[in-house]
């Protein structure tokens, strides 16, 4: 509907000038918005006040111009000057219910756009490091990137989802030690396991499948490559199956290891010396990133001549970067926030728009259960895994409850709350709403009542007020898609959800769908379709199912 006004609005200001009752020529970038209070009008637009300088006139008067010019149109049935200069428009009742057809005919179509334009985005998530199995942190990670992904991908932009595998450095050497003295313990030889091995009965697992022969007659240094590598694919391969198994599918997974393998990392090191982006000092090689904004200079070689972390993200985003993409965007942990700054100013020294790249902070999962914490800790590898969480509560709560509040805020998912199958439980709430709908459809193949076509429905049939708010509502899914891709906030979607839930819900439960009248039946037979179709379009965008019954 905003797109539909805005389009009148610009074609009347083009009028206008032609009449010559306005002489700027210029077609601002106006707003228009819902209004606070529902006796302003359905929109407003502040048009005539972004004309006031170039018109050289009040924007009351400039409002009074364009309202003229609009006139009368079946969009709207009336139109009204607020204030200094608001203009005021009210949308006709069978307006609102003609878009009814739109979401009838675009079916899973109705949501999406081509605002984004094909723009080439990269969304890299969860990159987990390979030493151990997913836990309920990275399934919020997981389900925030796939989540913006697919808001992304329906937003019009051409979208590519990535797995870092950071299988290179000390952490795969840890994992080989790990397994390799746990390896030696099952083989009868008592020792002090270290603290700063990895922890947990999943490293025992992994011990008991090692092939034995391996690492007979070779030294320590070979048996912890051997160890790494083995419990490196393992782990990953199980990653994989996870991930899978929450409904997360990546375009492209990326070894670190690999691009070291290939020099990138030198080749990235050898870039910034040529633009004088990075010095030696103690020893050491440093990038200028105060340069930049930054709060320190950053090291990329340690004077050992170990290349750092740092280093390796700054080749990995140069290959990013050249793939194409014209943003990319990390999903990261909370804990690395101070990394932001460092690699924007990477882009900067190199000329590119630090904009360029965006990061999605995810903050920590506090699991409760029936409001109690669950205790968690990783240095004993004592974590609740995402694999069971996926198994206690089902892969559609795990998701959605991910997805309920902003990344960047703390969550507390309860996992007896996520089980429960009443209307507490917030994603329960959501699919019933779909499923009540399908529950009407087949009442009404029992009563013989057909789902009109689109064209054949009598709209003057939907009387009711909550009728025409269900309307507008849906009316507003595609600007909320759009803003939730633009913004990269999938619990606007959520949100959306649970409202537009609300809503059928409440209408269900004070107005009877199938009455004797049939043309009034198959009018609000006809809302409630359109109500299903997009609970199933927004469901699909979090990656949560949309059940025919429940």
Same mark, same amino acid.
């Given at each position: 509907?905003?797109?539909?006004?805005?389009?009148?609005?610009?074609?009347?200001?083009?009028?206008?000038?032609?009449?010559? &009752?306005?002489?700027?020529?210029?077609?601002? !970038?106006?707003?228009?918005?819902?209004?606070?209070?529902?006796?302003?009008?359905?929109?407003?637009? +502040?048009?005539?006040?972004?004309?006031?300088?170039?018109?050289?006139?009040?924007?009351?008067?400039?409002?009074?111009?364009?309202?003229?010019?609009?006139?009368?149109?079946?969009?709207?049935?009336?139109?009204?000057?607020?204030?200094?200069?608001?203009?005021?428009?009210?949308?006709?009742?069978?307006?609102?219910?003609?878009?009814?057809?739109?979401?009838?005919?675009?079916?899973?179509?109705?949501?999406?756009?081509?605002?984004?334009?094909?723009?080439?985005?990269?969304?890299?998530?969860?990159?987990?490091?390979?030493?151990?199995?997913?836990?309920?942190?990275?399934?919020?990670?997981?389900?925030?990137?796939?989540?913006? %992904?697919?808001?992304?991908?329906?937003?019009?932009? @051409?979208?590519?989802?990535?797995?870092?595998?950071?299988?290179?450095?000390?952490?795969?050497?840890?994992?080989?030690? /790990?397994?390799?003295?746990?390896?030696?313990?099952? +083989?009868?030889?008592?020792?002090?396991?270290?603290?700063?091995?990895?922890?947990? @009965?999943?490293? *025992?697992?992994?011990?008991?499948?090692?092939?034995?022969? #391996?690492?007979?007659?070779?030294?320590?240094?070979?048996?912890?490559?051997?160890?790494?590598?083995?419990?490196g694919k393992k782990i990953l391969d199980g990653i994989r199956?996870?991930?899978?198994?929450?409904?997360?599918?990546?375009?492209?997974?990326?070894?670190?290891?690999?691009?070291?393998?290939?020099?990138?990392?030198?080749?990235?090191?050898?870039?910034?010396?040529?633009?004088?982006?990075?010095?030696?000092? !103690?020893?050491?090689?440093?990038?200028?990133?105060?340069?930049?904004? !930054?709060?320190?200079?950053?090291?990329?070689?340690?004077?050992?001549?170990?290349? &750092?972390?740092?280093?390796?993200?700054?080749?990995?985003?140069?290959?990013?970067?050249?793939?194409?993409?014209?943003?990319?965007?990390?999903?990261?942990?909370?804990?690395?926030?101070?990394?932001?700054?460092?690699? #924007?100013?990477?882009?900067?020294?190199?000329? *590119?728009?630090?904009?360029g790249l965006q990061v999605i902070l995810v903050q920590l999962?506090?699991?409760?259960?029936?409001?109690?914490?669950?205790?968690?800790?990783?240095?004993?590898?004592?974590?609740?895994?995402?694999?069971?969480?996926?198994?206690?509560?089902?892969?559609?709560?795990?998701?959605?409850?991910?997805?309920?509040?902003? /990344?960047?805020?703390?969550?507390?998912?309860?996992?007896?709350?996520?089980?429960?199958? =009443?209307?507490? +439980?917030?994603?329960?709430?959501?699919?019933?709403?779909?499923?009540?709908?399908?529950?009407? =459809? *087949?009442?009404?193949?029992?009563?013989?009542?057909?789902?009109?076509?689109?064209?054949?429905?009598?709209?003057?049939?939907?009387?009711?007020?909550?009728?025409?708010?269900?309307?507008?509502?849906l009316a507003r899914f595609p600007e909320t898609v759009v803003?939730?891709?633009?913004?990269?906030?999938?619990?606007?979607?959520?949100?959306?959800?649970?409202?537009?839930?609300?809503?059928?819900?409440?209408?269900?439960?004070?107005? #009877?769908?199938?009455?004797?009248?049939?043309?009034?039946?198959? %009018?609000?037979?006809?809302?409630? =379709?359109?109500?299903?179709?997009?609970?199933?379009?927004?469901?699909?965008?979090?990656?949560?199912?949309?059940?025919?019954?429940?």
């Amino acid at each position: 509907m905003k797109d539909l006004l805005r389009s009148r609005i610009s074609e009347t200001l083009q009028g206008c000038y032609q009449a010559g &009752t306005l002489s700027s020529g210029v077609i601002p !970038d106006f707003v228009i918005e819902v209004p606070g209070q529902s006796d302003h009008g359905d929109f407003a637009t +502040n048009v005539a006040m972004m004309l006031a300088r170039d018109e050289k006139r009040a924007p009351r008067q400039i409002a009074e111009i364009i309202v003229a010019a609009l006139g009368s149109d079946p969009l709207w049935s009336s139109v009204e000057i607020a204030g200094p200069g608001f203009i005021n428009l009210f949308i006709a009742n069978h307006s609102w219910y003609g878009l009814l057809d739109e979401v009838m005919q675009k079916q899973a179509e109705f949501g999406k756009s081509d605002v984004g334009k094909g723009h080439k985005v990269q969304v890299e998530f969860v990159s987990a490091n390979p030493t151990g199995p997913l836990h309920i942190g990275h399934g919020r990670g997981a389900a925030t990137g796939d989540a913006v %992904a697919s808001l992304l991908d329906a937003a019009g932009y @051409d979208v590519q989802r990535e797995y870092y595998i950071n299988d290179a450095g000390n952490q795969m050497d840890t994992l080989g030690r /790990s397994l390799w003295l746990r390896w030696r313990e099952l +083989n009868g030889e008592v020792l002090d396991f270290p603290e700063d091995c990895y922890q947990g @009965d999943y490293i *025992r697992e992994l011990v008991s499948q090692i092939d034995s022969d #391996k690492l007979a007659d070779v030294d320590e240094t070979e048996a912890i490559s051997i160890c790494g590598q083995f419990g490196g694919k393992k782990i990953l391969d199980g990653i994989r199956e996870d991930l899978i198994g929450f409904g997360v599918t990546l375009d492209n997974w990326y070894s670190e290891k690999a691009m070291v393998d290939s020099g990138a990392v030198q080749k990235g090191l050898a870039i910034l010396a040529e633009k004088d982006l990075s010095y030696e000092q !103690d020893g050491a090689v440093w990038f200028r990133t105060t340069d930049f904004g !930054d709060d320190k200079d950053r090291v990329l070689v340690r004077s050992s001549g170990a290349t &750092t972390y740092y280093a390796s993200d700054v080749a990995y985003h140069l290959e990013k970067f050249s793939r194409g993409f014209e943003t990319v965007i990390d999903v990261w942990g909370a804990d690395h926030h101070g990394y932001v700054a460092r690699m #924007k100013a990477l882009l900067s020294g190199l000329g *590119r728009d630090p904009e360029g790249l965006q990061v999605i902070l995810v903050q920590l999962v506090n699991l409760l259960r029936g409001g109690d914490p669950v205790a968690m800790s990783t240095r004993s590898g004592e974590f609740v895994t995402l694999q069971e969480v996926v198994d206690e509560v089902g892969r559609d709560a795990c998701r959605f409850f991910f997805l309920m509040r902003r /990344s960047d805020s703390h969550l507390d998912f309860d996992l007896e709350l996520a089980k429960q199958q =009443n209307s507490d +439980n917030p994603v329960y709430y959501v699919q019933y709403a779909h499923a009540r709908v399908c529950s009407i =459809n *087949r009442n009404a193949a029992d009563q013989g009542v057909t789902l009109p076509k689109t064209g054949d429905v009598d709209f003057s049939r939907l009387e009711r007020p909550d009728e025409l708010a269900l309307a507008k509502f849906l009316a507003r899914f595609p600007e909320t898609v759009v803003g939730a891709a633009d913004n990269h906030e999938p619990h606007r979607i959520v949100f959306y959800l649970q409202e537009l839930s609300a809503q059928l819900h409440s209408y269900y439960n004070r107005t #009877k769908v199938l009455v004797d009248d049939m043309p009034t039946s198959q %009018a609000r037979l006809y809302l409630v =379709n359109c109500v299903r179709i997009v609970l199933a379009n927004a469901l699909h965008i979090l990656g949560v199912s949309a059940p025919e019954s429940m």
